[in-house]
């Protein structure tokens, strides 16, 4: 094949020149554009706009300088919806207080995330915002920022064990699943009969699991089957399951499912059996294709507990400046959830999230991680 | 790792001059074919350095000699697994399976440690045999039962992706994980065995000079051995190879055996980098060493696969994706500039080079 492309080559070689070297202009042309794009990636989608909040306090040091504080958040992946709107969140609250921040995305990569550390320690930044990642991986480059005199907030790993000195924040599973078990003991009697979708092995969902065992055991609940499992297509996965558990043990009057994608699973199993009108479904997240499963006729999922991840993002911030300011107490932040029922979903016809955060303004968490100086982002 | 990259073009031409094949195409340049051949021959470099010199202006941060070392530690795997398949595609093959081979490194090392509770050293030396063993069943594919290397190679890639994952149950491998027998996993990744990657030689990070002694050995033996002569000989006309008394099979399969190794090497510098046995590791690596080895071809403007063009155009990738990483440049445009440099470097070595590339990779299949 390349011996008779190479006598034509030589014929047309000139002319293959010059359009090799428009091509190559334009390429750099091209690469040269892009490059002008600004430094906080002004490519990105315009994402969920903020509302900012008015700052009434004299600003602490270090934000008192003309300088402005620099952080860098890196993160294990910011793509999806999650992570976009988690990002989101926090850009907007650093814009809010003036913080420069550098985003290191390392696409789910662990590797990559580790020389993102190294370079952002590097980097001659004031703090250090670490979204997810392995332990194994991040711990001892955590404590390298420590040591490096700068102050690291994590986000969602488990590092308490191995870098206490780290500022640990999360979602607070324990609160998300007694505010949606408090709405299921409202609902379901003492003494009957429930089912149970669950993995354990995942640290947020154990979390969830402990305050399970104990709401089940004070109401006396009868736990007819307990199955769950984590695959690549956990909604589908677990529909299959719960249809069989179900099949077994058609009375159950409440199932608790949570975390949305189990929870999504258990609804389309309740319903292939046609038990909606029977079996009530408490799931713990919301999305706005969660908002169409719940809304919908019949759907047998009552209400779900969850937070805003534009929110979240946001506070984290909030506590990296805290920690700045030396103004933070404790090494350990949570961030509360909040209940959603399919009530008022149907009441107020909310379709979508941002329907939702404007009908539930305790999502964006104002409280959380405040101080009077510091201008809080809602969305 | 900035002086060998001037030594390089010299050092690898002098090579290229003991080469027969090299003369037939030498002719009296006029002007303007010296401007090109100029072009050709550092215009790749003249890339590097102007992409480093805009990032370091544009970024504070860029210049610190930290995120120097950090972007050639980023680089470092990447230009290890390149010089692996720079080697293959020396013989005139190309092996996909490097990426795999990475990712079952991560995962026998971390058994290794973890399951069996072996020191660091061992872990290093099942996970070196394991890559050499993948080498020499793909070099048994190829070479004895002619199977072209591509086809080979993507069906061994597979293999390994699921075979790795059998005895750890598709999970990645932590210390203190709960075994299938309920026990909780004995070891952990020792220190030995972490300081592959986090170590540092004075202020040089030890993955670096890793890489750094794997390219002078690579170059070394390419350029300097008898063998490595004949490798390119193989590569550039099997036939002849033969027909001169080359045993052919024998330099295709050491190709492929070196591969495994450094594909294994490449493995060994992320497990210690992850610290546990992520079964995720090492997807990615497979397209970034074939393209650095490709862009590698181009860069000194030798077209050929060579030892010293890999590491460069793994060093470029680095501070293209730190660059760009730095300067808040999303992620998903990292991908498209990758490419574009993919590009650039192919018209180097396919258009604007007077000399007929010798690495078609169409030519393989």
Known sequence: MSKSSTSTHLTRGRATVRAGAALLGSALLLAGCSQDLGPTGSAAPPPETATVGEATGQKPAPFDGAEPVK?????????????????????????????????????????RQATDMQTAIGSGVDAIIVDHGQSDTMCPLINDGLDAGLPVVIYDVEITACAPKAVETAQDDASLASLILDKMTEDIAPGSPVGYVNVLGIAPLDRRNAVWDEVR???????????????????????QLVDAALKANPGVAGIFAPYDELTKGTVSAVQQNNLQS????????ISTADIEVMTAEGSPWVATATTDPNAIGAAVVRVTALELAEQLDSREVVFPGTLVTQELLKQNSIQNLDQLRAELPELNMTEVA?????????? | MAVPEVKGPQVDG????????????????????GVRELAVRYGFIAITVVLFVYFAVAEESFRQPSTLFSMLKFASVVAVVGLGVTLT???????????????????????????????????????????????????LLIVVLRIPDLLATLASMFVIMGLKLVPVDGQSVSSGMVLRDGSVAPGKFTPDFLAIDRAFIGPVPLPVVIVGLLAVGTWFFLTRTRWGRLMYAVGANPEAARLAGVRVGRYRALAYV????????????LSSRIGQGDISAGNSLLLDAVAVALVGTSVLGLGRPNAW??????????????????TGFPYYGQDIVKGIVLLLALLFSFTLSRRRSRYAPAAVI
Do not use: C, H
């Open chain 1, 370 to 379: 405040t101080a009077d100086w510091i201008p809080v982002v809602s969305f």
């Open chain 1, 71 to 111: 952080i860098a958040l890196v993160q294990n992946s910011g793509a999806g919806d999650y992570f976009q709107q988690w990002t989101n969140g926090a850009r907007q609250q650093a814009e809010a207080l003036g913080i420069e921040i550098q985003v290191y995305d390392a696409q789910a990569d662990n590797a």
């Open chain 2, 14 to 33: 002098d090579g290229a001059k003991a080469d027969p094949a090299e003369k037939v195409t030498a002719t009296a340049p006029s002007p303007r074919t």
């Open chain 2, 309 to 326: 063009g890999t590491i460069l155009g793994a060093v470029l990738i680095g501070i293209l994706i730190t660059g760009l990483t730095i």
């Open chain 1, 278 to 285: 029977q079996v009530k479904v408490y799931g713990v997240d």
């Open chain 2, 89 to 139: 595609m020396v013989v005139g093959g190309l092996d996909l399976s490097v990426g795999s081979v990475a990712g079952m490194s991560v995962t026998i090392s971390a058994m290794a440690m973890v399951f069996y509770a072996q020191v660091g050293g061992v872990a290093i030396a099942v996970v070196l045999l394991a890559g050499a063993l993948v080498g020499a069943v793909n070099a």
């Open chain 2, 258 to 269: 070196l591969s495994g190794v450094f594909a294994s090497i490449g493995g060994l510098i």
């Open chain 1, 217 to 239: 055991a004070k109401n006396t609940w009868d736990q007819k089957f307990f199955v769950g499992e984590f695959t690549n297509s956990v909604a589908t996965d677990n529909a």
